[in-house]
């Protein structure tokens, strides 16, 4: 519940080198929820760099000492151990990586792989989870209330609980506002102080999409507006020769 934490987190998550080893470099650091060629983004939000140094400074602010010298910070007799819930083994190398990373300044992280069902009812469900890590789309158009509305942590998208008074002020008023202007300066100011909470460690943007297709695949178009539309895609009959 302390923000220091979340943002000492943060500092941990050297997300340049996840993305130059497991993304070719065709991605960006995330700011916030908003995708950053949305007319939406709050363009003076920077990406949190990935700083052991700071983090420490943050940790220790809060509280948090190796007191017993074991290699792990602690406070009032609890350990800073966390378990992370992992639903695939796709991302199991970039938690893998946080996980090394924040031993260094003695943060104890575990990596649990769960299957699917487990994961959905642990996390959506009970909400019974340390941490846990999960893939939103990033839309170029933004509505927020699904996912950091109060209202929706029963009733949404809001598996972790967050809960900002002025968010949701600000949420209510940009869902009624039909001036466009004014409603884009109130999301991006909801976006502000989403990220100034740190509520999620955001990885990165996917930016270009690679793909192939062989000649036998058929295709309504190369791609459609927000998918290359792989599910549409058919084999073609084979045509039979005559003997």
Known sequence: ??????????????????????????????????????????????????DPKRALELLRQA???????????????????????????????????????????????EVKQIEWNSFIKLVTQEKNFDMCRLCWSATVDWSPKQIWHSDSIEAGNNFISYSNSKVDVLIEKARFEFDREKRIKLLREVERRIVDDVPYLFISYKEPLMYGYTDRIKRPKDTFNYTIGTTYWDFKTPKLKAK
């Open 1 to 50: 519940k302390d923000k220091r934490v979340r943002k000492a987190l943060f500092h941990l998550l050297n997300r340049r080198l996840m993305i130059e080893k497991f993304e070719y470099n065709y991605s960006v650091p995330a700011v916030g929820p908003i995708y950053p060629q949305s007319p939406i983004a709050n363009k003076d939000l920077k990406p949190v760099k990935y």
């Open 63 to 109: 509280g948090w000492r190796d007191s017993n010298n074991d290699g792990i910070l602690d406070k009032n007799g609890k350990k800073l151990s966390l378990t992370i819930l992992e639903p695939s083994n796709i991302y199991m190398k970039y938690l893998t990586v946080f996980k090394e990373d924040a031993k260094k300044v003695g943060v104890d992280l």
